[in-house]
């Protein structure tokens, strides 16, 4: 990141000096110096002015003046938009360098992270023991305790979620690798950005959390599910749907009364939730009360292939009477209910 600052004050230095020289007779700097305000120091070795602080700009700003005074109005706007897209250019370029710089940088850390931790902490996650001492986690991984930043602890996001594609549960009691992470200091880190970070933040890092099978303090969790935006809220219910054993459903229910609003990825995630939750013999929700009071159609063709594939039998048997709906969504999300759950599961 020096380098990247080094560069960009040299570049500035470089194009300021060599615009001031080619400028200098059209525009003299002594015109600068007779105005209010005006401040410059003449070199006697160099034969030339220098210039610091407003007096550049207020000197550019004569130069553009002077210079076009004579010129149409439509010459002196062409010449300020090539100006002003050659300076977007730069500050373009110099975006995509830093850009460049930061995945180099994060892509290099996260393979040191991966190849230093990553096999141990699944060694940790298939452990007979259950629940690991903290020194005891501390020691099978080789963890050297230090301060992580911010960036690093995104690469650390990465990793555990890595980790936990490799269990075959979502048992919420999985503590060793809940302890790996405040081992790490990723779970201070989590509840941290959801108490004080920003919207957009807190709807990536509640995804993380569910799965990652981290557990949150209620505190935290009962702020987020009724917070004011949109999809920090509902971020914040679908944990809570895999989370709560009690009632896990009343966010949900509630949210389908109303005029749903779910998007393509809403319906993944949803899908995820309820397949985790099939995983782990928990009851799924109740889609027959839900398909009743829906007016969505969309979201009704939704819940119609999630009732085939976690539903019970009497629930799919229920499809049947959408067979001859007035809606052609809704009436073919009935077939291919049926077709779901004929094909896939043989019934």
Not at 76 to 105: K, P, S, T
Not at 207 to 221: D, G
Request: a positive charge; hydrophobic letters at 45%; aromatic letters at 16%.
């Amino acid at each position: 990141m020096k380098r990247v600052a080094l560069f960009l004050v040299g570049l500035v230095w470089a194009v300021t000096s060599f615009a001031i020289m080619a400028a200098r007779d059209t525009f003299p700097v002594t015109d600068l110096i007779s105005g209010e305000g005006g401040h410059a120091e003449y070199s006697p070795l160099h034969d030339t002015y220098q210039l610091w602080g407003w007096d550049i700009l207020r000197y550019y700003y004569f130069f553009y003046v002077h210079h076009f005074a004579e010129y149409p109005w439509v010459v002196r706007v062409a010449y300020m938009v090539i100006i002003v897209c050659c300076l977007a250019f730069v500050v373009l370029f110099v975006a995509m360098c830093v850009n460049v710089y930061l995945r180099r940088r994060n892509y290099k850390r996260l393979n040191r992270i991966r190849e230093k931790y990553l096999e141990p902490l699944k060694d940790v996650c298939y452990a007979e023991v259950e629940n690991l001492p903290m020194d005891e986690i501390k020691r099978r991984i080789g963890y050297e305790e230090r301060k992580w930043k911010k960036w690093e602890m995104q690469l650390w996001s990465q990793v555990f979620i890595e980790v936990s594609v490799f269990t075959n549960t979502m048992n919420p009691n999985l503590t060793n690798i809940q302890r790996a992470m405040r081992l790490v200091g990723f779970t201070d880190y989590v509840e941290r950005q959801l108490i004080y970070g920003k919207n957009c933040d807190k709807v990536r890092l509640l995804q993380t959390v569910r799965l990652t099978n981290m557990r949150l303090p209620n505190s935290i969790v009962a702020r987020l599910v009724n917070d004011k935006s949109l999809p920090l809220r509902k971020a914040a219910r679908l944990y809570y749907m895999v989370a709560s054993k009690e009632n896990p459903y009343d966010y949900f229910e509630e949210d389908t009364e109303r005029v749903p609003v779910f998007t393509t990825w809403d319906k993944m995630e949803l899908h995820e939730i309820f397949s985790r939750i099939n995983k782990a013999n928990r009851p799924t929700p109740r889609f027959v009360p839900i398909l009743q009071k829906m007016k969505n159609p969309d979201f009704c063709a939704f819940l119609m292939r999630e009732t085939a594939w976690w539903g019970t039998d009497n629930e799919v048997r229920y499809l049947i009477g959408y067979f001859d709906d007035d809606n052609f969504t809704v009436r073919k999300a009935a077939f291919t209910s049926m077709g779901i759950r004929k094909f896939w599961f043989g019934a």
